[in-house]
């Protein structure tokens, strides 16, 4: 079992940038790929960025170039770092692990966090 806690979300004015991360425990090693999902108000839960343990990394058009993801194996922390930030990216967002590799991990993840609250103003 793998257990994922988001923090660092928050509410932040639009061009603002927000660092979420997901702390990992359990048996972690199991898990190959991580990302990172968001649920917009009124939207099905979406993909936002994913990388496999080869590092190859994948993201959603609308955060290209705005969002980066990263993970600190020795502290068994996944990241998301959000900049540019518009009110669009307003979300709940979840971290979750698999054992997939490659392009969205396969779309192939066992385990999730809780969610967490971003909120984007304008």
């Known amino acids: 079992l793998v257990n994922l806690v988001e923090s660092g979300g928050g509410s932040v004015q639009s061009g603002g940038s927000l660092r979420l991360s997901c702390q990992a425990s359990?048996?972690?090693?199991?898990?190959?790929?991580w990302g990172w999902f968001r649920q917009r108000p009124g939207k099905e839960r979406e993909g936002v960025a994913t990388i496999d343990s080869a590092g190859k990394t994948t993201f959603a058009d609308p955060v290209k170039g705005r969002f980066t993801i990263s993970q600190d194996n020795a502290k068994n922390t996944l990241y998301l770092q959000m900049s540019s930030l518009k009110p669009e990216d307003t979300a709940v967002h979840y971290c979750a692990a698999g054992a997939g590799s490659g392009s969205w991990c396969s779309n192939f993840f066992g385990y999730w966090g809780q969610g967490i609250q971003v909120t984007v103003s304008s």
């Open positions: 359990g048996n972690t090693g199991s898990n190959s790929c």
